[in-house]
């Protein structure tokens, strides 16, 4: 009998027969295994590569499981030795997990810092095996919300018309400080126990799921901690950039499009560290791209998942990205996937989706991006001195840049910028205008926890104090959002406007696949239509002090004469003749109906 090697690590230490991919890769550790001959003991398996690298105590092992592959579990020696021999597990694929769907613009994408929502388990706050405890009183110490928490206010989220959650990563961070956040992971397969344990993750996943929503993973295909297990034993010598010697990214994104950049300007921007407790990957190492991407699809067949947000996604190496997206919607070819490209310049977004016309030169095979050209137009534009949407129709209007402009995540804010109340000036007209924008705009919205309860922040970037808890996710707290306990009366306004917006949302197929028509904004105030089928609705925006009387003769080739309004949000009902009137912050969005369709 094969017993499990205690002095061995295997990653992955699973995987599922039936793949579109019939092989795997298994990096071995242990000491001095790398002149180990391999043996494989189970039916129809065969090893297809056995590599070595610089470093004499790993072993990369590749077996092919060819399409009949049963379920159970193979038997994997090296050498002679019993005591270097493991159990390696093939398991039954759930069943229509290759034809998933994933997250569309029928969805609504709420966003959550697990460790600032709510604290679920307060027994795993404080652990002896993790380098970090618990001090609330910091901003950025950690606060012991986990994976508990938000299984906890399911309710909640479901009430607010969200069908998504995206939770910044919850993988393993055991650095001893700044740990909360999750972007500098060190342990790839392994959520980080005062979060939770990977069983808990899969079981938020199953409570979405019989809610019929769905989970999004951070992913971190850049860098890693550098309390990382890898950094007491480096696979190779060439596994991070700068041979492991911290030399900083310029973050010059757009290095990679110019046609004048040096060479040296996009291997900083590539290559460079963010910091140097983040030390950068080197995916141009084909042991540690194949590292990355198995464990994306591990991911998503154990814990079912929706979706994937990547993270400083052209941050990595242009092919490895290729390859590993390829790789992921040969799995999965309805999954979604959004890269974090922070640029204001649409043409710099665009480059990275597939079948943007002007990079489809290049075999870009990721679906979507997140869009934050957008978000600074509305900010910008609702922010200044003469409040106006002409920014925003503007960026809108290059969206013949991108290959799918509707698989473009939306957002007013999220975990790395300031609270949109704030950035308003906390006006709370021009908030709910923002808030009308991305709930009927084209895109996928994703709102960030607490933007529903008017969370404010500095202006200036301060990670910290953005993302400040929830209120009531903690036992003592006197303020509880999730019950309205002690909610001020704007809080519970604001609450109640983003239930019934997204609510209705869920409702509207013009929404989720219907087309986009938009007019030049006069005096700032914008007028779009979306429309699918004989589904209608009119969206007018006025950001200005002064009311604004609209003439619809203007809209005649989308708004037919004699049309009914009714208000999604209040109900109430108009009918259209030759004007709109909006007063001064007012937004509307009107659903229209022919007149005579009402008489019946």
């Known amino acids: 009998m094969v017993v499990q090697a205690a002095n061995l690590k295997v990653e992955p230490a699973n995987w599922w027969v039936g793949m579109h991919n019939p092989n795997v890769q298994l990096m071995v550790h ?61 398991l039954p694929r759930r069943a229509n997990s290759a034809t998933r769907q994933g997250f569309t613009a029928a969805d609504a994408v709420y966003l959550i810092t697990p460790d600032r929502f709510a604290n679920g388990n307060p027994q795993n706050d404080a652990l002896p095996e993790m380098n970090e405890g618990l001090n609330r009183s910091d901003s950025n110490g950690r606060h012991g919300g986990d994976i508990e928490g938000i299984l906890a206010h399911l309710d909640y989220i479901q009430a607010l018309g969200m069908t998504q959650v995206w939770s910044t990563p919850v993988l393993e961070n055991n650095a001893p400080k700044y740990s909360y956040h999750g972007y500098a992971i060190t342990d790839f397969y392994r959520v980080d126990p005062r979060m939770g344990s990977n069983a808990q993750y899969r079981q938020l996943s199953q409570a979405l799921s019989k809610r019929g929503m769905g989970l999004i993973m951070d992913v971190v295909l850049n860098h890693i901690g550098d309390k990382h297990w890898w950094m007491d034993d480096m696979p190779a010598r060439d596994w991070l950039h700068f041979n492991g010697t911290f030399s900083p990214t310029h973050h010059q994104r757009q290095a990679m499009v110019d046609p004048h950049a040096s060479a040296w300007d996009k291997r900083q921007f590539n290559d460079g560290w963010f910091v140097p407790m983040m030390p950068d990957l080197n995916q141009s190492n084909p042991l540690l791209a194949t590292y990355l991407t198995q464990n994306a699809i591990w991911w998503i067949e154990y814990a079912n998942l929706s979706g994937l947000r990547v993270d400083t996604y052209s941050y990595s190496d242009k092919d490895f990205l290729v390859n590993w997206t390829q790789a992921i919607m040969a799995e999965y070819p309805q999954l979604n996937i959004v890269g974090e490209e922070w640029s204001t310049q649409p043409a710099i977004v665009a480059q990275w989706q597939q079948g943007s016309p002007a990079f489809s030169d290049y075999p870009i095979a990721t679906p979507g991006m997140i869009d934050f050209p957008t978000r600074d137009a509305l900010l910008n534009g609702l922010s200044a001195e003469q409040p106006s949407f002409d920014p925003l129709y503007q960026t809108l ?12 995540l939306i957002f007013p804010d999220n975990h790395d910028t300031p609270r949109v109340f704030s950035t308003l000036n906390e006006d709370i ?4 205008l923002a808030m009308m924008w991305l709930a009927t705009s084209r895109g996928i919205p994703q709102l960030y926890y607490g933007t529903e309860l008017l969370f404010t922040s500095p202006k200036e970037r301060n990670d910290g104090l953005v993302r400040k808890d929830f209120p009531g996710g903690w036992a003592n ?7 309205g306990k002690g909610l001020s009366q704007e809080q519970e306004s604001a609450l109640t406007f983003i239930q019934s917006l997204f609510r209705w949302r869920k409702t509207s197929n013009a929404i989720a696949q219907g087309t986009l028509i938009h007019f030049a904004p006069e005096q700032g105030a914008y007028v779009y239509f979306r429309q699918a089928g004989n589904e209608l609705l009119m969206v007018a925006l006025n950001p200005t002090d002064a009311e604004q009387r609209l003439v619809l003769e203007k809209y005649k080739e989308i708004l037919p004469a004699g049309m009914q309004a009714t208000d999604v949000l209040t109900g109430k009902r108009q009918t259209l003749t030759d004007h709109l009137t909006l007063s001064a912050g007012q937004g509307l969005i009107l659903q229209l109906t022919p007149i005579k369709t009402l008489a019946h």
Do not use: H, M, R
């Open 477 to 483: 707290d006197t303020v509880n959002g999730f019950t």
């Open 397 to 408: 209007g290059l969206d013949f840049l991108y290959g799918n402009s509707a698989n473009l």
């Open 30 to 90: 242990g000491d001095n295994i790398a002149n180990k001959a391999v043996q494989v003991v189970y039916p129809n398996v065969s090893i297809a590569a056995v590599e070595k690298t610089d470093n004499p105590n790993y072993l990369f092992i590749t077996l092919i499981l060819p399409p009949d592959t049963q379920p159970g579990t193979l038997k994997i020696k090296l050498g002679d030795d019993e005591n270097q021999a493991f159990d390696f597990p093939l």
């Open 429 to 432: 007209a021009k908030w709910k």
